[in-house]
C-alpha cells in the first residue's frame, strides 16, 4: 500500500511535469494568436508590474539597507568597509535583486493569477470561450505568461535600483562611509555586461517560470474551491524551489 | 473608438520607470558613471609617475578634509607618466600654485587618495592649473623589495640588532 503510494507519487509528479512542458509548448505555440489581444496582455502587465511595485520597492529599500549593515560589520573585520557600495551593488544586481524579486512575484501575483484561472475552469469559463471559437490558451495563458516575461525584468531594476537607494542610505548616510569611495568603487568594479545584463537574464527566465509556473496550476486545477486552493499554494511552492534551482544553474553558466 | 482604458496609462508608467531604473543603475552604478563630470567646481591636473591602486572618483584632501575627487587618470603618451585630472569644490579655491600633491592610503590596506601638502605662495591655483611638485604612491611591492635588497644581509650579518631589521627611512613622505 505504502509503496503502491509512493510510486504513485513519483509517477504523478513525471506526468505533472511533462503536462507542464507540453503546456510550455501550446502556450509558445498560441503567443503569435495572443498578440490580437495585445490589450489583455497590457492588462496583466499593468497586474503584474505596476501593482507588484509598492511591495517591490519596499523590499528592495530593506534589502539593500539590511545588506549594507551586515557587510559593513563584516567589512570592517578586514579593514575593507571602503567596498561596501562595490559589495553592496555586485550582490544585488547578480542575485538577490532577479531572485527575491521573482519570489515576490510568485507570491504576490503568481497567486492571484492561478486562483483566476482556476476559477476561470471551475465556472466552466474556459470552456465558454472555447464556444465563442476563442482560444483560451491565446486569450487566456499566453498573455499572462508574456506580461511575466516583460514584468519580471523591469520589476528586478526597480528593484536594485532602490536597494543601491536603501544601501546609500545606510552606509554613507548613516554609518559615515565617504560618498565618493562607496560610488567610485562600485563603478570601477560593476560592469554592464557581466553583471546587470546576465542579471537581467536571469530575471527574464524567472519571469517565464513563475508565469509559467502559475498558469499551469490554474490551468489545472481540479474545478472545486478545494483544487483552488492546492493549486495556488502548489505555485508559491513550486516556483520559489525552480526559481532557487534554475539561479544556481544559470550562477554556475554565467560566471 | 471606445475610452482608453484606464489601466492602460499605469501600464505605460510601470514601463517607463521600469527602464528609468534600468538607465539609472546602467549610468551610475558602472563604470560609464566615471565620464560625468560635476557642476560647482574646478579642475586641477597633476602628473604621477605611478599611481598605484588610485582610481577615478577616489577623494582628494587636504589636512585629512575632502575637497574634491579624481575626474580622470589617463596616461600621457610621450612622458609616459599618468595625468590625474581633479575636481575640486568652488568654496576652496585659495589652494597656493606651489603646493604638491601625492597619493597615500587610508589605512595599511585601505583605498588610495591623493593628498595636497599647501605651499606659502601668495598666488593661488587657477582652474586648468597644474600641480608641478608630486610624489607617487607608495607601493608596498617596492617597499618589500628594497627591504629583500638593502636591510636582508644586513640583518643576516647583524642579526641580534632588532632594529636593524627596520625598512629603509623611506617611509611616510
Same mark, same amino acid.
Given at each position: ?35 490580437? $489581444? ?100 491565446? $486569450? ?31 552606509? !554613507? ?36 517560470? !513563475? ?30 524551489? !525552480? ?13 | ?8 496609462? +499605469? ?17 551610475? @552604478? @558602472? ?67 606651489? #603646493? ?51 636591510? +636582508? ?11 636593524? #631589521? ?8
Amino acid at each position: 500500500m505504502n509503496a503502491n503510494l509512493r510510486r504513485n507519487w513519483l509517477l504523478q509528479g513525471i506526468v505533472s511535469l511533462g503536462e507542464c512542458g507540453l503546456f510550455f509548448v501550446a502556450v509558445l505555440g498560441a503567443l503569435p494568436k495572443s498578440l490580437r $489581444y495585445w490589450r489583455e496582455t497590457c492588462r496583466q502587465v499593468w497586474f503584474v508590474g505596476a501593482m507588484s511595485l509598492v511591495i517591490v520597492m519596499t523590499c528592495g529599500l530593506f534589502v539593500g539597507m539590511v545588506l549594507a549593515l551586515q557587510l559593513y560589520y563584516t567589512l570592517s573585520i578586514f579593514g575593507g568597509t571602503a567596498a561596501l557600495g562595490t559589495v553592496v551593488a555586485l550582490s544585488l544586481f547578480r542575485e538577490l535583486g532577479p531572485v527575491v524579486t521573482a519570489l515576490l512575484v510568485a507570491g504576490r501575483a503568481g497567486t492571484a493569477v492561478t486562483a483566476e484561472i482556476g476559477l476561470m475552469r471551475a465556472t466552466d469559463q474556459l470552456d465558454a470561450m472555447g464556444m465563442m471559437a476563442v482560444d483560451p490558451l491565446a $486569450y487566456v495563458a499566453s498573455p499572462r505568461f508574456l506580461a511575466g516575461v516583460i514584468a519580471m525584468p523591469l520589476l528586478a531594476c526597480v528593484f536594485n535600483a532602490m536597494g543601491i537607494f536603501g544601501g546609500h542610505l545606510v552606509g !554613507v548616510t548613516w554609518l559615515g562611509l565617504d560618498n565618493g569611495t562607496f560610488w567610485g568603487n562600485m563603478t570601477s568594479t560593476v560592469s554592464l555586461q557581466r553583471d546587470i545584463i546576465d542579471g537581467l537574464y536571469k530575471s527574464i527566465v524567472f519571469g517565464g517560470v !513563475v508565469s509559467l509556473i502559475a498558469v499551469f496550476q490554474g490551468y489545472t486545477a481540479p474545478p472545486t474551491s478545494e483544487g483552488v486552493a492546492y493549486s495556488t499554494t502548489r505555485t508559491v511552492v513550486f516556483s520559489s524551489i !525552480v526559481i532557487l534551482a534554475f539561479d544556481f544553474v544559470m550562477t554556475a553558466f554565467m560566471t | 473608438m471606445n475610452p482608453r482604458p484606464s489601466y492602460a496609462i +499605469g501600464t505605460g508608467l510601470f514601463i517607463l520607470l521600469g527602464f528609468a531604473a534600468l538607465a539609472y543603475l546602467a549610468t551610475q @552604478t @558602472t563604470s560609464v558613471a566615471n565620464g560625468i563630470a560635476s557642476g560647482n567646481s574646478y579642475t586641477l591636473k597633476a602628473r604621477f609617475q605611478n599611481i598605484g591602486q588610485l582610481k577615478a572618483r577616489a577623494p582628494v584632501k587636504i589636512a585629512g578634509v575632502r575637497i574634491g575627487d579624481v575626474q580622470s587618470i589617463q596616461l600621457e603618451p610621450q612622458r609616459m607618466d599618468a595625468l590625474v585630472t581633479m575636481s575640486i569644490d568652488k568654496q576652496y579655491n585659495d589652494i597656493p600654485d606651489d #603646493s604638491s600633491a601625492a597619493i597615500f592610503t587610508s589605512g595599511l590596506l585601505g583605498d588610495q587618495y591623493v593628498g595636497l601638502e599647501p605651499g606659502g605662495s601668495p598666488t593661488f591655483l587657477k582652474d586648468g592649473d597644474e600641480l608641478v611638485l608630486t610624489q607617487s604612491a607608495m607601493s608596498i611591492e617596492n617597499l618589500i623589495g628594497k627591504f629583500l635588497v638593502n636591510g +636582508g644581509p644586513k640583518s643576516g650579518s647583524s642579526d641580534s640588532t632588532p632594529a636593524s #631589521s627596520a625598512p629603509p627611512p623611506s617611509g611616510k613622505p
